[in-house]
């Protein structure tokens, strides 16, 4: 224990003295006398013309009449033009919903909604005979109300994306009886989660005050990794059969196979029915270090080729190789403790919640309120972690694609052959403007991917002659 206790306290000294160094400069402004309501009004205004924005470079894009030259022979006149409606369909869904967006966020935040939904959890609490110094119980009520009032507005949403856009253009497969299905269990889902999550998290911060930040990394990084191992043995059942691919199949051969010479800790191998809402396809993996399960869309399985789907895990089971998804969850972990360092100033702040009309506690102030409040200031932080984000996920995808074709063989055809089907089938747009992508998309481009699998191709020959 005192091996244990002098390993961590050094640790634990540095990173309070970067909140130090983090929440100073921040705790001048937190306490000064803003009009924090009209300059959150301001942000969210900024953050939605900010996408708007980015979308609208975008747009053209999908009124060019050919594709990329590369892709030519691979997207017929007919696949390409069904693509680009395909594109330029979802784009204006996006960009009416983020016009939507700006409009309602705006007027959540001059109505005082927040205000109203907090002093109407007290009003529930009081109607069962408890006062207001339940705060956890009235921050579960209050977040049930928030919950519920933003869900209602999505449904619509949700319901046309589903059932006009992905039904006219061929991809959706859901039933109304399994759209619905889905938001109850959903609705389940979130409060059966939420409820004991928000608890821990109110209590954590209740509990240790000031110096909570430590402590609440720890609890959200142990509930990650719990979600890891119950996700796909619990949620995922409910609204996806997986059954284990054919004991014997040339396909599972093949990827028991691969996992062998990887030593990947292959412990199942799962195929999952997405074709039961959607034509899309996709495969990943999961697990803890020592126990790893794959799982392969239906529709990856009849739109590929088996070499074409090795080549997909060979991808994935990349990442796995080169630690991109432990590497993620620290830079996750970075991205929280900024978040969680910059806080506490505004739980802290006299002027902060009164600016949304929101009354404080005689000692402090409301923990939910401020935290969901305090976000709102975070927007332009948030994009730029988001360009950041996808910078380094790109980055990873590029190295995935370089550790499947260093395979050898046919590894590099294989592979470039699936992600072209992969985007035919799923009429994945082609022309793409570089901020637009850069701020949207995880992945490089197709054609992008292509160009830097022919340039490892052309150096790997490169050195085989000089050899």
Do not use: C
């Amino acid at each position: 224990m005192d091996i244990l206790r002098s390993f961590v306290s050094p640790i634990l000294g540095v990173l309070h003295k970067m909140q130090l160094t983090i929440q100073l400069p921040i705790l001048r402004v937190a306490h000064g006398p803003l009009n924090w309501r009209l300059i959150s009004i301001g942000l969210t205004l900024a953050s939605s013309l900010f996408e708007t924005l980015i979308l609208l470079r975008q747009l053209p894009n999908y009124s060019k009449p050919a594709p990329p030259s590369s892709l030519a022979d691979h997207f017929p006149l007919e696949t390409y033009t069904k693509s680009q409606a395909y594109g330029r369909s979802k784009a204006l869904f996006t960009l009416t919903k983020t016009v939507w967006g700006m409009f309602e966020g705006t007027l959540i935040l001059y109505s005082d909604f927040y205000a109203w939904a907090w002093s109407a959890s007290a009003g529930v609490l009081a109607y069962f005979g408890y006062g207001g110094e339940r705060e956890i119980a009235q921050s579960i009520i209050f977040a049930g109300i928030l919950a519920l009032l933003a869900t209602i507005p999505s449904l619509p949403w949700d319901y046309y994306y589903t059932f006009v856009l992905e039904q006219h253009h061929g991809f959706n497969k859901t039933t109304h009886l399994t759209f619905w299905l889905d938001f109850v269990k959903s609705l389940a889902i979130g409060a059966l989660l939420g409820v004991p999550f928000l608890a821990a998290f109110l209590g954590i911060i209740k509990h240790f005050g000031q110096d909570f930040v430590t402590y609440l990394m720890g609890f959200l990084l142990v509930f990650q990794l719990v979600m890891v191992v119950l996700f796909p043995l619990v949620i995922q059942p409910l609204f996806n059969k997986l059954t284990p691919l054919e004991e014997g199949s040339s396909l599972r051969k093949r990827i028991e196979g691969l996992a062998g010479r990887l030593k990947f800790p292959l412990k199942h191998l799962y195929q999952i029915d997405g074709s039961k809402r959607s034509s899309h396809s996709n495969a990943y993996f999961y697990g803890l270090p020592w126990s790893k399960h794959i799982v392969i869309f239906d529709t990856l399985i009849t739109q590929s080729t088996e070499e074409e789907v090795e080549a997909v895990l060979a991808h994935e089971l990349g990442h796995w190789s080169l630690s991109h998804p432990t590497k993620l969850l620290l830079l996750n972990q970075v991205h929280i403790f900024l978040l969680l360092s910059s806080f506490p100033p505004f739980l802290s702040s006299r002027t902060f919640l009164p600016s949304f009309n929101i009354p404080l506690y005689p000692t402090s102030a409301p923990i939910l309120p401020t935290f969901l409040l305090f976000q709102l200031f975070l927007q332009p932080l948030e994009h730029a972690m988001q360009f950041a984000m996808h910078a380094v996920t790109r980055a990873y995808e590029y190295q995935a694609d370089a550790f499947a074709v260093a395979m050898g063989g046919e590894m590099k055809q294989r592979l470039g052959d699936a992600l072209v089907k992969l985007h035919v089938k799923n009429l994945s747009t082609l022309h793409v403007d570089w901020l637009y992508s850069a701020y949207h998309y995880s992945h490089p481009t197709l054609p992008e991917r292509l160009r830097a699998m022919d340039k490892l191709e052309a150096k790997k020959s490169k050195e085989g002659k000089e050899l």
